[in-house]
């Protein structure tokens, strides 16, 4: 008897193995002093492991195998009202380089290496994956982008090629359209890509931003073609956006952001541009990672970093500094900094002679990308430090800080559900991670809160 209640404590392979043999030898022997004891044994077995498994916050699940662990995703949504629910996806087949949630708001897109994966997100704590999107060579993806009526899917690639795919019947996706590179310097880095609100047009950017017309995804034709950077460095990404009604386009590119009036496709006319951190000369280089507007178009997020080396005669100095910035973007000619989220420092609002706009402490690393909710009241940032931010921007010139996401390697991508209740987060460690937020009703500011349930 003490010997079969040792064997329940020892380990669970050595449990089952000593349990039945017990069980077994009394059967033989056909001896109940034998069997009884096996049969309690079992039996304090399983109460032991279910407890173990309710105190894990992991029930047992249909068809799992005893003594199995349930999957990160089955697990309970966190039940301290104070922590953010989150769940995760599992690892994709490569570092996350994009992502993007359909307009349904029921599946997420995750792009890295040469694939991309579609995830059933309708219920974030059981995502399951519906469809993949692979490409047969050595390539990356480096951008993923829904159309608005969610019909197309495009993909950008570090070759600086775009494939367009019918995601109309998502368990079954296709290729249908695949826009060639252009011909030229294959150093350029990757492309990016982003769907007009009219699902008609593509903005392709890398060296050159292309607008394609898409409406014959199988036959895609360009519409026009935008400059971009006149001296190109090899390793700067870029990164393009339009405005909720189509008439405003964004393409970033080394040190500037242009904008574009694109009420006329064919004939677009450029309005202004801005300069995060001025001019580089030299050996300061700058870096536009990413660009966001609000819902109303009037404000312009940028994430940006920049290298700077300084030599004072005797010795080199090598910095690296990256920040969040806000545009006004109401007038479109005259784009206007609104604040700052710097890497560096304390907040300060003091204003120098170079520097006339409030500054507040963002990410310890490098930012890497940004995303409005679709109400326009809140900013979603992520950097290299393993953070992304959520930020209030009910005042503009006075971000503050609503929720902070930690994950375990940096973030390189995040979107926002058009619902504004499921914020995505993709990492180099090949996660992905789910984000509940409840809104308020009247929609006034957006806060994190767990899953009922």
Not at 18 to 43: D, E, H, N, Y
Not at 331 to 354: E, I, K
Request: aromatic residues 6%; glycine residues 8%.
């Amino acid at each position: 008897m003490t010997l079969c209640f040792m064997w329940v404590w020892t380990g669970r392979t050595l449990t089952l193995v000593g349990v039945a043999a017990t069980i077994g030898a009394g059967l033989a022997m056909r001896s109940w002093w034998v069997l009884l004891p096996g049969a309690a044994a079992l039996a304090a077995w399983l109460l032991i492991d279910l407890s173990r498994r309710e105190e894990a916050g992991q029930a047992l699940q249909p068809g799992m195998p005893v003594g199995a662990r349930a999957p990160a995703s089955r697990r309970q949504p966190p039940t301290d009202p104070a922590a953010p629910a989150r769940w995760q996806i599992p690892p994709h087949v490569d570092a996350v380089q994009a992502v993007a949630i359909h307009p349904s708001g029921r599946v997420v897109a995750v792009g890295g290496g040469n694939t991309v994966v579609l995830w059933q997100a309708a219920d974030p704590a059981h995502p399951t994956r519906i469809g993949v999107l692979a490409w047969g060579k050595s390539v990356t993806v480096v951008s993923v982008a829904f159309a608005v009526d969610g019909r197309l899917l495009a993909a950008g690639c570090d070759d600086r090629s775009v494939s367009v795919f019918d995601v109309t019947r998502l368990a079954a996706p296709g290729r249908v359209g695949v826009l060639p590179a252009p011909v030229g310097d294959r150093q350029v880095p990757a492309c990016a890509v982003a769907f007009a609100p009219d699902g008609r047009h593509l903005a392709v950017a890398d060296r050159a931003a292309v607008v394609w017309d898409v409406t014959a995804p199988a036959w895609p034709r360009p519409v026009v073609t935008l400059p971009l950077a006149r001296r190109w460095r090899r390793g700067v990404r870029c990164a393009t956006t339009f405005t909720a009604d189509g008439r405003l386009l964004a393409l970033a590119s080394r040190t500037t952001v242009v904008l574009w009036d694109m009420a006329d496709p064919i004939h677009p006319t450029r309005l202004g541009c801005l300069r995060p951190y001025g001019f580089s000369l030299g050996i300061n280089a700058v870096s536009v990672h990413a660009v966001a507007f609000s819902a109303d178009g009037a404000i312009l997020a940028t994430a940006s970093s920049q290298h700077i080396e300084s030599y004072d005669g005797f010795s080199m100095t090598v910095s690296d500094t990256s920040a969040v910035d806000l545009w006004d973007v109401a007038d479109p000619t005259r784009p206007r900094r609104l604040a700052r989220l710097d890497q560096r420092g304390a907040a300060s609002l003091r204003s120098s002679r170079h520097r006339r706009y409030p500054t507040f402490t963002g990410h310890a690393d490098a930012a890497q990308a940004v995303a409005f909710s679709p109400a326009g009241r809140a900013l979603l940032t992520a950097g290299a430090d393993g953070a992304a931010i959520l930020w209030d921007l009910t005042t503009p010139t006075r971000p503050s800080v609503t929720d902070l996401f930690p994950h375990d390697s940096p973030v390189d991508a995040v979107a926002f559900s058009p619902d504004g209740q499921l914020m995505a987060t993709g990492c180099r460690d090949r996660g992905t991670t789910l984000w509940y937020t409840r809104q308020h009703q009247q929609e006034t500011t957006d806060t994190v809160q767990p899953v009922d349930g």
